[in-house]
């Protein structure tokens, strides 16, 4: 079987500054994966590569099989390769319903605008926050904007959903109800790339790890494995982070 | 079915009025000559901000090409009525100048944001005219064309154009009600709010975009192919002038901007201040003008039409 998406040799450059340097990786449908490292590592960037919102300066991108490499985000969503942004990005004017209707409309599939609104509901719904449908997003809490977000990036109908930092601002029992959704997604076959800074979210949800480092591939590996790596452990970790995450995943 | 149905019913009743009172309008002010003028100024303008409205309002980008491509439409239906062709052949080659003109220009700048597009728009307007200008052997250069139009009665041609315009605004506003209520008008909407989220959520703004751009210039070559009907003689630094830019962006403003009525409403509201201005404050009039507006803009930010349905998000 051909990996869902395949990175080879992916960099980046701005000016002088490589962001993101030769990275190569795969990823398997259904997995959940970790894509950590530490501020500046380049994880937003790689993300940004993969998802056609940023041209590569070098390397190729290939996704369910084709070569996508050069692809508008637009294109990429409508063949199911989705993001989240990590400051969310509502339409402001737009009620959550359709907020989320716009995604499943242009991307989604969906026929017309009745159809559109009705996916859009059924998404609000499993996230919890169906009752927030006519609401605009100024009017919601962050937590509920997290899930809006989330919600969105459903409506597209994912193959493969990178999540960039979807817990930041999040307190404790918020963090676990997202965390609940995304096993349910993954749950479905969707393969899920998890971008993040909290070792409990990492710990909780990722078999796998991908590590950056200056832009480069540092470490990928099982959770385990990754903790134990002195390199991962000395560039980013840290001794207690590492502790954090020897736990196996549940 | 039934809410589709529902849905053309305003769009139909607006090209009915308007066919109505382009029938009835003309017969109505038939001698008086002032206020035929001022009607057809008025459908005029109407027109061109409801068609600057699809892309400054909807789609959220600031054009100033709206005189490019009126004067492309004056010109190119004038020499092609010089040429011997009918006024109707002129008015099919305006649209389609200014729609092939202005696709692959609208794809080049639409991807500039802000004031970086409102500069390259306003480029197009300065570089047509040089190109007009120049070319005198087919335009007459600065010496301007005349048109001679139904057989030289100005009081027959007043009406004429005043028929036509105000079908012309009748159709610009219909069709910014079907766009608005459509996809096309959902994805510009979405794109005005936030385009990264906009291309993440699958809508191919570029091409939306273009097709905004492209209706619209369309709409503003038609209506400068009937002004030039209308006034009888066009030349480069009437028909380029930039105020054909600025008094629609203007208009929508007042009345307000990215709304299906706002054109409408700030058309007039700008047409009757400017001629009342114009009377009663001859030497000062364009500068008391422009301090309305600006008092307007002030107290009524996002125009008169969403002022008053205030709390309504529109």
């Given amino acids: ?250 | 079915m039934h809410a589709r149905l529902q849905g053309w019913v305003l769009p139909v009743a607006i090209l009915v009025i308007g066919a109505i009172v382009a029938y009835g309008l003309p017969i109505a002010l038939s001698n008086q000559t002032y206020l035929l003028r001022l009607a057809t100024s008025l459908a005029l303008l109407v027109t061109l901000a409801s068609a600057w409205n699809l892309v400054g309002g909807f789609t959220g980008y600031p054009s100033f090409a709206t005189a490019a491509f009126f004067g492309l439409g004056a010109y190119a239906s004038a020499v092609m009525q010089q040429f011997g062709w009918s006024a109707l052949t002129g008015y099919a080659t305006a649209a389609i100048c200014a729609a092939l003109l202005s696709a692959p220009f609208g794809f080049a700048i639409l991807r500039l944001k802000g004031h970086y597009f409102a500069i390259a728009s306003l480029m197009l307007v300065s570089i047509l005219k040089e190109v007009t200008t120049g070319w005198s052997n087919v335009t007459g250069g600065g010496m301007g064309i005349n048109l001679p139009g139904a057989g030289g009665d100005p009081l027959a041609i007043a009406r004429i154009s005043l028929e036509i315009l105000v079908m012309l605004a009748a159709f610009s506003v219909a069709l910014s009600l079907v766009i608005s209520r459509g996809w096309l008008g959902f994805g510009l909407s979405c794109i005005r709010m936030n385009e990264t989220a906009a291309l993440s959520a699958g809508i191919d703004a570029p091409r939306l975009k273009t097709i905004a751009f492209t209706i619209s210039s369309a709409i503003c070559g038609v209506a400068g192919a009937a002004y030039a009907g209308w006034i009888g003689y066009i030349d480069p630094s009437d028909v380029y002038d930039v105020m054909w830019s600025v008094r629609p962006i203007i208009a929508a403003l007042i009345g307000g901007v990215g709304t299906v009525f706002g054109p409408v409403v700030g058309s007039l509201i700008y047409l009757v201040f400017e001629e009342l201005m114009w009377r009663n404050l001859l030497t000062f009039g364009t500068g008391a003008l422009g301090v309305l507006i600006a008092i307007l803009v002030l107290v009524m930010p996002g125009g008169v039409l969403p002022s008053l349905r205030k709390g309504k998000v529109s």
């Fill in chain 1, 1 to 250: 079987m051909t990996a869902l998406l395949e990175l080879q040799g992916l960099t980046r450059r701005f000016g002088g500054l490589t962001a993101v340097n030769n990275v190569s990786f795969s990823l398997d449908q259904g997995e959940i994966v970790g894509l950590i490292g530490s501020n500046g590592a380049g994880k937003t960037t790689l993300v940004n590569l993969a998802t056609g919102h940023l041209q590569p300066t070098a390397g190729r991108i290939a996704f369910a099989g084709y070569d996508v490499t050069g692809k508008t985000p637009y294109q990429l969503a409508r063949l199911g390769l989705v993001r989240t942004f990590q400051v969310v990005q509502p339409f402001m004017q737009l009620t959550a319903l359709d907020n989320v209707a716009a995604v499943a409309l242009f991307a989604g599939g969906a026929a017309d605008m009745p159809a559109a609104r009705h996916d859009a509901q059924a998404c609000l719904e499993r996230l919890g926050i169906g009752e927030l449908a006519n609401r605009l997003p100024p009017h919601i809490t962050l937590a509920q904007r997290k899930r809006l977000e989330l919600a969105k990036a459903l409506a597209a109908r994912p193959k493969l959903l990178f999540l960039d930092e979807v817990n930041a601002g999040l307190n404790s029992a918020e963090i676990d109800g997202v965390l609940t959704m995304i096993r349910s997604i993954a749950a479905e076959g969707v393969t899920i790339v998890v971008i993040e800074h909290l070792m409990k979210v990492v710990r909780g949800l990722c078999r796998r790890l991908v590590v950056l480092h200056q832009g480069a591939l540092l470490a990928d590996g099982q959770t385990e494995d990754v903790a134990r790596d002195p390199a991962v452990i000395e560039a980013y970790l840290g001794t207690r982070g590492a502790a954090m995450l020897e736990v196996s995943p549940p």
